[in-house]
T-cell receptor, first 114, second 112 residues
Framework: DAKTTQPPSMDCAEGRAANLPCNHSTISGNEYVYWYRQIHSQGPQYIIH???NNETNEMASLIITEDRKSSTLILPHATLRDTAVYYCIVRVGYVSSNTGKLIFGQGTTLQVKP | DTEVTQTPKHLVMGMTNKKSLKCEQHMGHRAMYWYKQKAKKPPELMFVYSYEKLSINESVPSRFSPECPNSSLLNLHLHALQPEDSALYLC???????????FGPGTRLTVL
């Protein structure tokens, strides 16, 4: 089962920041938080991941709380092309029998509106 | 080349047919994956190959048979499928099992 909880849907106005929350209260110390998104009829796309520090790349920022029990993905200036299902995934970060596993939850459907 | 390609894009097959799905990447990745995604559901992991060896099989029925002939290619052989196997089949690859995964566009399979 997925180890994360996300709201099923969110709206965001075009040009505004989209803040997508994720709860992972049972996360272990060696587990990373990954974010992927899936635009309709396409394969999932990797966005960002982190362990405990905040991370930023050209697509988004990831804010992880100090206790690591929740995180927020931030799309700083959402566009219509950001409309997608966003998946927050917890996965182990070292080689083990489960390393290659990505267990997708239901995700958040983000609708960016003009 | 920075993408994962999958062929065919669409496949319709009968329950007695044998067909194969193909996945290819030329990024030098050593881990490759098959996922299954039913309509309006999240992707579900089926198989993981690491350095051309099967490392994870998520209790997938034997009518699905994966094959990794070399480090760039991953096949999924299909035989005696059921209509409930109709789904989008996604392939992914990563540098190794710890790295982020890159997904292909998928093959939309319909079993009649």
């Amino acid at each position: 089962d997925a180890k994360t909880t996300q709201p099923p849907s969110m709206d965001c106005a075009e040009g505004r920041a989209a803040n997508l929350p994720c709860n992972h209260s049972t996360i272990s110390g060696n587990e990373y938080v990954y974010w992927y998104r899936q635009i309709h009829s396409q394969g999932p796309q990797y966005i960002i991941h982190g362990l405990k520090n905040n991370e930023t790349n050209e697509m988004a920022s990831l804010i992880i709380t100090e206790d690591r029990k929740s995180s927020t993905l931030i799309l700083p200036h959402a566009t219509l092309r950001d409309t997608a299902v966003y998946y927050c995934i917890v996965r182990v970060g070292y080689v083990s029998s489960n390393t290659g596993k990505l267990i997708f939850g239901q995700g958040t459907t983000l609708q960016v509106k003009p | 080349d920075t993408e994962v390609t999958q062929t065919p894009k669409h496949l319709v097959m009968g329950m007695t047919n044998k067909k194969s799905l193909k996945c290819e990447q030329h990024m030098g990745h050593r881990a490759m994956y098959w996922y299954k995604q039913k309509a309006k559901k999240p992707p579900e992991l089926m198989f993981v190959y690491s350095y051309e060896k099967l490392s994870i099989n998520e209790s997938v029925p034997s009518r699905f048979s994966p094959e990794c002939p070399n480090s760039s290619l991953l096949n999924l052989h299909l035989h005696a499928l059921q209509p409930e196997d109709s789904a989008l089949y996604l392939c992914a690859s990563s540098q190794d099992e710890e790295a982020e995964q890159f997904f292909g566009p998928g093959t939309r399979l319909t079993v009649l």
